[in-house]
């Protein structure tokens, strides 16, 4: 028991630790992009987790179709791959027609036909499949890029490519979220007991909508990256600077954008960073306040102060 509880404090220690990491990493840099969207709603982003990552998947799936690929084709071959425990924890809620294919210690055996309905938007098994969706049409457009000869052609080739590795790269991202999820649950002695649905995003719009599904606990830099993924979504960056607090800049400028009749995108950029580094001092002197006086106060409880 009491290897137990230290290793429970352990893993405590560790998470506060790198939670703490992360926020001194964001706040150590600056990032400013112009991005390009085409019929902006300028909606904000939901505050509950499990709606941003169905909207992302959504909006994931929507660009893949926009490429012109067979969405519902690419996903009646999916295949969901389940430990013999996993199975089991999920029989109360297996749709009638589910391919699962059973993990087992003599191999994987092949269950009942899924179609692409049964794969809940914003799960973890969504984001796996829409990940080997663009991994292979990348592949794909890699061996066209290399017989095109066009320059126009090769441009709009590339344009893809990027677009459909940033679906690819973000959704391993997402993926790794779950993941750590799930070893948190894990860690905390939670190993028989937890809902595999729950932490795997297996629930319909409807229900995360009506609340009645418990909340998708994340850890703060967790949610500020679904934020950055949400925000960006799958459209096309025209310019980007990054600052760091050593005095590092580095700035990114398309080409598209690349002469005097875009000079209006440079001053809204620029007007940008003036704005980003202005909030920047005020949070940076903030915390240096809070420092000085937790400081102050333990030297005076001292004496020494």
Same mark, same amino acid.
């Given at each position: 028991?009491?290897?137990?509880?230290?290793?429970?404090?352990?893993?405590?220690?560790?998470?506060?630790?790198?939670? !703490?990491?992360?926020?001194?990493?964001?706040? /150590? +840099?600056?990032?400013?992009? *112009?991005? &390009? %969207?085409?019929?902006?709603?300028?909606?904000?982003?939901?505050?509950?987790?499990?709606?941003?990552?169905?909207?992302?998947?959504?909006?994931?799936?929507?660009?893949?179709?926009?490429?012109?690929?067979?969405?519902?084709?690419?996903?009646?071959?999916?295949?969901?791959?389940?430990?013999?425990? !996993?199975?089991?924890?999920?029989?109360?809620? /297996? +749709?009638?027609?589910?391919? *699962?294919? &059973? %993990?087992?210690?003599?191999?994987?055996?092949?269950?009942?036909?899924?179609?692409?309905?049964?794969?809940?938007?914003?799960?973890?098994?969504?984001?796996?499949?829409?990940?080997?969706?663009?991994?292979?049409?990348?592949?794909?457009?890699?061996?066209?890029?290399?017989?095109?000869?066009?320059?126009?052609?090769?441009?709009?080739?590339?344009?893809?490519?990027?677009?459909?590795?940033?679906?690819?790269?973000?959704?391993?991202?997402?993926?790794?979220?779950?993941?750590?999820?799930?070893?948190?649950?894990?860690?905390?002695?939670?190993?028989?007991?937890?809902?595999?649905?729950?932490?795997?995003?297996?629930?319909?719009?409807?229900?995360?909508?009506?609340?009645?599904?418990?909340?998708?606990?994340?850890?703060?830099?967790?949610?500020?990256?679904?934020?950055?993924?949400?925000?960006?979504?799958?459209?096309?960056?025209?310019?980007?600077?990054?600052?760091?607090?050593?005095?590092?800049?580095?700035?990114?400028?398309?080409?598209?954008?690349?002469?005097?009749?875009?000079?209006?995108?440079?001053?809204?950029?620029?007007?940008?960073?003036?704005?980003?580094?202005?909030?920047?001092?005020?949070?940076?002197?903030?915390?240096?306040?809070?420092?000085?006086?937790?400081?102050?106060?333990?030297?005076?409880?001292?004496?020494?102060?």
């Amino acid at each position: 028991m009491f290897n137990k509880f230290m290793n429970l404090f352990s893993s405590k220690q560790t998470d506060t630790r790198n939670q !703490e990491a992360s926020f001194a990493n964001r706040l /150590l +840099q600056l990032e400013v992009n *112009i991005v &390009l %969207k085409d019929a902006m709603t300028a909606l904000p982003m939901k505050m509950e987790p499990r709606q941003v990552l169905m909207d992302i998947a959504r909006n994931y799936r929507t660009s893949l179709e926009g490429m012109g690929i067979d969405m519902q084709k690419e996903y009646s071959c999916f295949m969901n791959v389940r430990t013999e425990s !996993e199975l089991h924890s999920k029989d109360s809620h /297996l +749709q009638k027609g589910t391919k *699962i294919f &059973l %993990k087992t210690d003599e191999g994987i055996t092949e269950g009942l036909e899924q179609t692409h309905e049964d794969i809940p938007t914003g799960s973890y098994a969504s984001f796996d499949r829409l990940r080997e969706i663009a991994d292979s049409e990348i592949k794909i457009l890699k061996i066209k890029l290399a017989k095109t000869e066009n320059e126009d052609s090769q441009k709009e080739l590339n344009k893809k490519i990027v677009s459909l590795t940033r679906i690819r790269d973000m959704s391993d991202h997402i993926k790794e979220i779950f993941k750590s999820l799930q070893k948190r649950y894990e860690s905390n002695g939670k190993r028989d007991s937890y809902d595999f649905r729950n932490i795997f995003n297996e629930y319909g719009r409807q229900e995360v909508s009506d609340l009645s599904v418990p909340p998708l606990k994340l850890y703060g830099h967790e949610i500020n990256l679904l934020r950055k993924i949400w925000d960006l979504g799958n459209e096309v960056i025209l310019m980007q600077s990054i600052i760091t607090l050593d005095g590092d800049v580095i700035t990114r400028v398309s080409p598209d954008v690349l002469g005097d009749e875009y000079r209006y995108l440079y001053d809204i950029h620029n007007a940008a960073v003036k704005t980003s580094i202005s909030y920047w001092k005020i949070l940076i002197g903030l915390v240096k306040d809070v420092v000085k006086f937790f400081t102050d106060t333990g030297l005076s409880l001292l004496g020494w102060g």
